[in-house]
């Protein structure tokens, strides 16, 4: 059985940064596509980027891109958050496959077998 152990999330004040990091092991199959997803504010849950088993190939929402960046070192992942603000607060969550993940779906919750526990993320005005 494996696992996908997150980093703790964190607080910081509008305009801060937080890293998170996501480690996968443990599964018999490669780790192919890691992404991660948060819910905020009682929306449903949503993509953040996702990243190609490679490390090449990295896919924003678009309300994070330019501020966020994600990055993947073999089957850890890291999420550098820049230029935080009130509605990046939410609980974050490592997900991660072992098949492949066409574009259009990378972002989408469906592709993801396989999930962390969720971190906090807290930002104040």
């Known amino acids: 059985q494996g696992t996908l152990v997150e980093s703790a999330g964190g607080s910081v004040q509008d305009g801060g940064s937080l890293r998170l990091s996501c480690s996968a092991s443990g599964y018999g199959e490669a780790v192919q596509y890691m992404a991660w997803f948060r819910q905020t504010n009682g929306k449903e849950r949503e993509g953040v980027a996702a990243?190609?088993?490679?490390?090449?190939h990295v896919v924003y929402a678009d309300n994070v891109r330019g501020r966020f960046t994600l990055s993947r070192a073999a089957d850890t992942l890291y999420l550098e958050m820049n230029r935080l603000n009130v509605d990046d607060s939410g609980t974050y969550t490592c997900a991660a496959t072992t098949r492949g993940v066409d574009g259009p779906r990378r972002l989408s919750p469906s592709q993801y077998p396989l999930w962390g526990q969720g971190t906090q993320v807290t930002v104040s005005s």
């Open positions: 990243v190609s088993p490679s490390g090449r």
